[in-house]
């Protein structure tokens, strides 16, 4: 099946380890975005990747790292840099068609215990 | 720069009853696309619909209806006959022309249907 995985769903960690989220997919897209999201606060956007090999910050990409080494995977370390890790991370693709859409993984939830 | 504004932050309804869903949005490209999201209590954001900024014709999908205004920098969307499978979190985003821009999403608007 086509689609995005994001692994693990929840992830429990401990203040002052670096933790990385896995975002998979199959769908042959070249974009790759990770978002942060927390109640009340919409999606905000941490870090793109347009093409393999190259990333953007986006607008809160203090104390989170990635890499886009292959164009099927986009992996987010949320390091001990990072003030207030706890937040549900949303993966998503975007595809090279005129239209934009983006497509969303189903999620991971960390928590800093 | 552009931004998204959804101004309704939770709406409760009654089951059956037409609801709509505010989207004001800021740009200052002459093309753009602008799209709505459905985020159910499973968390993963399901995308509705795409509209360009060519394209003012509203748009019928079944229960769902969208209202594209460029006069008022709008796109609204409305639930007719609302159901409890209807209660999410709904977010409009806006998208420079470009292939493989950001998406920049509103805050989102929580619909809460009770039976």
């Known amino acids: 099946d086509g689609g995005i995985t994001q692994s693990p769903k929840y992830l429990f960690r401990k203040e002052g380890q670096n933790v990385t989220l896995s975002c998979e997919q199959n769908?042959?897209?070249?974009?790759m975005y990770w978002y942060r999201q927390d109640p009340g606060q919409g999606l905000r956007l941490i870090y793109y990747?347009?093409?393999?090999?190259?990333?953007q910050k986006g607008d809160i990409a203090e104390g989170y790292s990635v890499s886009r080494e292959k164009k099927e995977s986009f992996p987010l370390t949320v390091t001990s840099a990072q003030k207030n890790p706890t937040a549900f991370y949303l993966c998503?693709?975007?595809?090279?068609?005129?239209?934009?859409?983006?497509?969303f993984g189903p999620g991971t939830r960390l928590t800093v215990l | 720069a552009q931004k998204v504004t959804q101004a309704q932050t939770e709406i409760s309804v009654v089951e059956k009853e037409d609801v709509t869903l505010d989207c004001v949005y800021e740009?200052?490209?002459?093309?753009?696309?602008l799209f709505w999201y459905k985020q159910p209590p499973s968390g993963e954001l399901v995308f509705l619909i795409r509209?360009?900024?060519?394209?003012?014709q509203n748009e019928i999908s079944g229960r769902y209806s969208w209202n594209f205004q460029k006069s008022t920098s709008s796109f609204n969307f409305t639930i007719t006959a609302s159901q409890v499978v209807d209660s999410a979190v709904y977010f409009c985003?806006?998208?420079?022309?470009?292939?493989?821009?950001?998406?920049?999403f509103g805050k989102g608007t929580r619909l809460s249907v009770i039976a």
């Open positions: 998503a693709t975007q595809d090279r068609t005129p239209y934009n859409e983006q497509f």
């Open positions: 769908l042959n897209h070249d974009a």
């Open positions: 990747s347009q093409i393999v090999n190259d990333f």
């Open positions: 740009t200052r490209d002459t093309t753009y696309y």
């Open positions: 509209r360009n900024s060519f394209d003012e």
């Open positions: 985003a806006l998208s420079g022309w470009s292939g493989n821009t950001p998406l920049v």
